[in-house]
């Protein structure tokens, strides 16, 4: 079960951002600078989430960020 909201929340998050990176206006879009800010962010709020399913769901935003992130700088 939680494997299933790992990768419903992961796909969600992929999602999410690929609309926004795809659909924004260029002036709108978000930098490699910006997505490690919103990395580093849900990476110090799920290291402070005691439930575990919330750490779990905001561990994979912050990962999403950083793949999104690395994806625009290669």
């Known amino acids: 079960m939680i494997s299933q ?22 002036s709108d879009k978000k930098g490699p600078k910006d997505l490690m800010e919103q990395c580093l962010y849900w990476r110090d709020v799920s290291s402070q989430d005691t439930d575990l399913i919330m750490r779990l769901q905001h561990a994979a935003y912050s990962l999403t960020f950083l793949n999104a992130a690395q994806t625009i700088c290669t």
Request: net charge neutral; aromatic share 0%; glycine share 0%.
């Open 5 to 26: 909201v790992a990768t419903t929340t992961a796909l969600l998050v992929i999602v999410s951002l690929m609309s926004k990176i795809l659909v924004t206006e260029a």
